[in-house]
């Protein structure tokens, strides 16, 4: 039987595009998790997907280079200590036909952050759970286009600006806050193969995500905030070993400009990441599959002084109808 490989850039750009920053508050995974990076394939009607992505920062890195780390003991005023993401993202699409599919992502965003403060030993701690920034797509897909596909869609300024820390009066650095209070716009373009005989498969992406306007002040006095652009490219494969097994391997490549704005610290956030990301999904139904990968930083080129992570991870199901 044909397989159908309909609306390949939803699952493609359905993580790509969602880093804003290479600093503190940046907490997703840059590896792809949908349907078809996972040795399977999107067909007509609804699919819905939850994940959950562990990404703990606690190396600062200046440039390329690791710098020693500081503690809760030892950080003065502003010194980066550690930050861990918790994000938990649903995500639902509809493809309409061979040509149109449609996507929105909700991220609940767990997230943990400590920095120095005004006293030694006491650090300023952030410690919350909320909703981030929701996005809306759209994908299209011409029969001409011989397995390239366009996608565009908007980042929404759903998520909060204004979080405060466990004081309940220190507000949190417009880069860590849980969204970016932009109307951002998305851009890409994908290639997927498609093998007669449905073995191993692969992928090329590319994607834009720029702001469109610039947040107002949160609350803090601080002024303005406009997060930098960003772009992501990546490539992969899915190799079916079995009928319910499959092994996936990407490389994925983040670049992020610096913020602007009066609260906006250039000169510590932007960067470039690229990332190896080996995984295996399985097919507890046809229409079912669960999925694990791990996130492994072998470059990382920060602007300034930044925490850096080490290891992500992501495990997730994707479900269809």
Same mark, same amino acid.
């Given at each position: 039987?044909?397989?159908?490989?309909?609306?390949? +850039? %939803? !699952?493609?750009?359905? #993580?790509?595009? =969602?880093?804003?920053?290479?600093?503190?508050? &940046? /907490?997703?995974?840059?590896?792809?998790?949908?349907?078809?990076?996972?040795?399977?394939?999107?067909?007509?009607?609804?699919?819905?997907?939850?994940?959950?992505?562990?990404?703990?920062?606690?190396?600062?890195?200046?440039?390329?280079?690791?710098?020693?780390?500081?503690?809760?003991?030892? +950080? %003065? !005023?502003?010194?980066? #200590?550690?930050? =861990?993401?918790?994000?938990?993202?649903?995500? &639902? /699409?509809?493809?309409?036909?061979?040509?149109?599919?449609?996507?929105?992502?909700?991220?609940?965003?767990?997230?943990?952050?400590?920095?120095?403060?005004?006293?030694?030993?006491?650090?300023?701690?952030?410690?919350?759970?909320?909703?981030?920034?929701?996005?809306?797509?759209?994908?299209?897909?011409?029969?001409?286009?011989?397995?390239?596909?366009?996608?565009?869609?908007?980042?929404?300024?759903? /998520?909060?600006?204004?979080?405060?820390?466990?004081?309940?009066?220190?507000?949190?650095?417009?880069?860590?806050?849980?969204?970016?209070?932009?109307?951002?716009?998305?851009?890409?373009?994908?290639?997927?193969?498609?093998?007669?005989?449905?073995?191993?498969?692969?992928?090329?992406?590319?994607?834009?995500?720029?702001?469109?306007?610039?947040?107002?002040?949160?609350?803090?006095?601080?002024?303005?905030?406009?997060?930098?652009?960003?772009?992501?490219?990546?490539?992969?494969?899915?190799?079916?070993?079995?009928?319910?097994?499959?092994?996936?391997?990407?490389?994925?490549?983040?670049?992020?400009?610096?913020?602007?704005?009066?609260?906006?610290?250039?000169?510590?956030?932007?960067?470039?990441?690229?990332?190896?990301?080996?995984?295996?999904?399985?097919?507890?139904?046809?229409?079912?599959?669960?999925?694990?990968?791990?996130?492994?930083?072998?470059?990382?080129?920060?602007?300034?002084?930044?925490?850096?992570?080490?290891?992500?991870?992501?495990?997730?199901?994707?479900?269809?109808?």
């Amino acid at each position: 039987m044909k397989t159908n490989y309909t609306g390949v +850039a %939803l !699952a493609l750009f359905s #993580i790509l595009a =969602t880093s804003d920053a290479i600093a503190c508050g &940046a /907490g997703f995974c840059l590896a792809d998790t949908g349907w078809d990076a996972q040795g399977s394939n999107i067909r007509e009607g609804l699919s819905l997907g939850l994940r959950y992505e562990y990404l703990k920062s606690n190396q600062l890195r200046k440039g390329t280079a690791k710098v020693a780390n500081v503690t809760a003991a030892t +950080a %003065l !005023a502003g010194e980066e #200590i550690t930050t =861990t993401n918790q994000n938990y993202v649903m995500n &639902a /699409g509809y493809t309409f036909n061979p040509n149109w599919q449609t996507d929105i992502e909700v991220p609940m965003l767990s997230r943990y952050h400590q920095h120095g403060s005004a006293t030694l030993g006491l650090p300023s701690t952030w410690d919350f759970t909320t909703l981030g920034d929701v996005k809306l797509m759209a994908s299209y897909r011409n029969d001409s286009l011989n397995g390239f596909s366009i996608r565009f869609g908007v980042k929404l300024p759903t /998520g909060k600006t204004s979080q405060l820390a466990t004081d309940g009066a220190t507000f949190a650095e417009r880069m860590f806050q849980p969204g970016t209070g932009t109307t951002d716009g998305i851009l890409g373009i994908s290639y997927n193969s498609a093998p007669a005989d449905g073995t191993l498969r692969w992928f090329a992406s590319g994607t834009w995500q720029e702001p469109l306007n610039t947040s107002g002040d949160n609350g803090g006095g601080a002024g303005s905030y406009k997060p930098g652009n960003s772009i992501a490219l990546a490539t992969g494969i899915a190799y079916p070993v079995s009928h319910q097994v499959a092994l996936t391997a990407q490389a994925n490549l983040h670049i992020s400009g610096s913020e602007s704005g009066q609260a906006g610290v250039p000169a510590i956030t932007g960067g470039k990441t690229l990332a190896l990301s080996p995984g295996v999904s399985f097919s507890v139904t046809p229409d079912t599959r669960v999925y694990a990968l791990l996130q492994v930083p072998v470059y990382q080129n920060v602007t300034g002084l930044q925490l850096t992570s080490n290891l992500g991870a992501t495990i997730g199901i994707n479900q269809r109808f």
